[in-house]
């Protein structure tokens, strides 16, 4: 406890997924009818949470049992002696985590750091963070330091024989953890993917209400939007947080140049480049302060204002999820309170308290879940997911379903939507390229132009699985992505809902970066396929309006009638 009365504390994630696992049992489920796909679809969405406390308790592990290794002196073969001044800006948990301290960190940070804040990231993996060595020296972000940056091929060179051998043991128990954490998520994942397959066969779909009534849900909806808009406010980004906003302030100057400005894309998988001015914003734990950056003092005062900007667009984000999800039960379910229902679910789950803040994670997700609200106007429904597909390149392969959901009427105004958010995307990288060979470097990170990438993945692959196996479940993923084209012949919205939750759902299989963590690109859709009641005939012919182009008016119609 605080010493004011008053003080904010973040609940803990152990027990927030304790709680709010009882709380969503005594509001959703139906205790009158045991038997239900109701109550299995509840009990579905509750086994989430032991995935991610095992992977969040392995990695405090992790992070507190990581020996600082001996670096080497000036001769190669002593250890490096440290100064007494940077011993004391040094904090224990920087020791303990083997961070790389500069000499122009800010003292008054590092004594703030050293008071207990501790800086835990769930979809940070431990392995990349903690162990990315380059010539004797860790690196937290992943990304080539500043003696690499002018090497970018410096990353494939063998390490220097005096440098220590420091390839974790993944038999350890925060690896352990962490690798069944996994294992969980996966399994529950897969159990997921077969419910939103067979959901279109599942006729017999009786809307069963909330337990609370209607005043009482939206009251502790809007409760819960209050506290997981404090974590936001409350939280600091990490180093690690601002890397990719330190690139995305070079781009803005036009000072990136060569491939490796990309590395950070790499690690969270294909993106727009200049979504990386908006940071990762820890929900649960304080992070580090924000250290010193190699650019210079104007930079670092316009990264405080990325910070805000990105606890903004943030908390944008989960308005618009939120609002999403209610008026999408208003307007194809008729029913208000399913809408306010499925919102307060998705407010309680142990994943979002603790991605509250994680940008990258819930903005794709909202453009989608807002694509669908507006189905009935295909140019806007192509336009927002031309968007998301912009902002983390997985949503491209919802095209194959969504155009054979227009195929008998509005598959153009579709894709031209697409297209022309796109094509701006692309031309807001012309104003931040220094030339055509930097262009052409963030179009690949946009889009992924490059091979499967095998080396330095996060999540299960480092933990254990043969990163070969990737290449298979791509494929696998690919030929379901194209089956939808055909099968089934006629697709309405409830189809288009649960098979769009299918698709991002088996993208977590072979993401390589933290896949199974990026829950909210399905979650919503998945909660939409639980309550939703039957909507055969609901089509795009039927719902979506002809389109009539505006005939042109002759001077002769512009007179009055006789």
């Not at 224990?92 to 800086?119: C, F, M, Y």
Request: hydrophobic fraction near 45%; glycine fraction near 6%.
């Amino acid at each position: 406890m605080g010493s004011l009365p008053f003080v904010y504390e973040r609940i803990a994630p152990t027990t927030w997924a304790y709680l709010s696992s009882l709380l969503m049992l005594a509001l959703f489920f139906k205790f009158n009818r045991f038997w239900s796909v109701r109550n299995l679809d509840m009990f579905l969405i509750i086994l989430l949470a032991p995935g991610l406390l095992m992977i969040a308790g392995g990695q405090d592990w992790v992070a507190n049992h990581t020996p600082l290794p001996q670096a080497s002196g000036p001769s190669g073969n002593e250890p490096a002696v440290e100064s007494d001044s940077e011993a004391a800006i040094q904090s224990p948990v920087e020791k303990s985590l083997n961070r790389e301290i500069k000499p122009d960190a800010n003292p008054a940070t590092e004594l703030d750091q050293a008071n207990g804040s501790r800086s835990r990231q769930v979809n940070a993996s431990p392995v990349a963070t903690d162990l990315s060595i380059q010539d004797g020296v860790r690196s937290e972000s992943g990304a080539p330091s500043s003696a690499e940056s002018t090497s970018p091929l410096k990353q494939d060179e063998p390490e220097q024989a005096n440098a220590p051998d420091l390839k974790p043991d993944l038999n350890t128990q925060g690896y352990v953890w962490q690798r069944w954490g996994y294992y969980w998520l996966f399994g529950v994942g897969a159990i997921f993917m077969i419910r939103m397959l067979i959901d279109p066969s599942l006729k017999r779909r009786p809307q069963l209400e909330p337990n609370l009534a209607i005043g009482g849900l939206v009251f502790f909806a809007c409760s819960l939007m209050m506290f997981l808009f404090a974590n936001i406010v409350t939280s600091t980004p990490t180093n690690e947080d601002m890397s990719g906003a330190r690139n995305a302030v070079k781009l803005m100057q036009r000072k990136a140049a060569g491939e490796s400005d990309t590395e950070q894309l790499r690690r969270r998988g294909p993106g727009y480049t200049l979504f990386n001015l908006f940071p990762i914003i820890p929900s649960f734990e304080s992070g580090d302060a924000i250290l010193e950056t190699d650019a210079d003092t104007q930079a670092f005062t316009d990264m405080s204002r990325y910070v805000i900007a990105a606890k903004s667009l943030a908390i944008t984000s989960q308005v618009l999820m939120v609002l999403g999800l209610i008026l999408f039960c208003y307007y194809n379910y008729n029913n208000f309170s399913v809408g306010v229902g499925t919102a307060t679910i998705y407010l309680m789950l142990p994943y979002t308290a603790i991605f509250t803040g994680h940008v990258l994670h819930v903005l794709p997700a909202a453009l989608i879940l807002w694509a669908m609200v507006l189905f009935r106007r295909p140019w806007l429904a192509g336009i927002l997911v031309g968007l998301a597909t912009s902002v983390s390149y997985y949503p491209i392969f919802l095209l194959p379903l969504w155009a054979s959901f227009y195929w008998e009427r509005g598959v153009r105004r579709f894709m031209v939507g697409v297209l022309i958010s796109i094509v701006v995307c692309i031309c807001g990288l012309l104003f931040t390229s220094v030339d055509m060979l930097d262009f052409w470097h963030q179009l690949r990170a946009m889009f992924g132009f490059w091979w499967p990438t095998m080396n330095g993945l996060q999540g299960i692959w480092e933990l254990g699985w043969n990163k070969w196996w990737r290449l298979p479940l791509l494929v696998a993923f690919v030929l379901l992505c194209v089956s939808f084209v055909a099968w089934p012949s006629e697709k309405n919205i409830g189809t288009l809902v649960s098979y769009s939750a299918a698709i991002m759902l088996a993208v977590q299989f072979w993401h390589g970066f933290n896949g199974g963590l990026y829950m909210a690109w399905y979650l919503p859709m998945v909660l939409l396929t639980f309550f939703r009641p039957n909507l055969d005939g609901r089509v795009a012919q039927a719902e979506v309006g002809e389109f009539k182009p505006r005939k042109k008016e002759s001077a002769k119609d512009l007179l009055p009638a006789a």
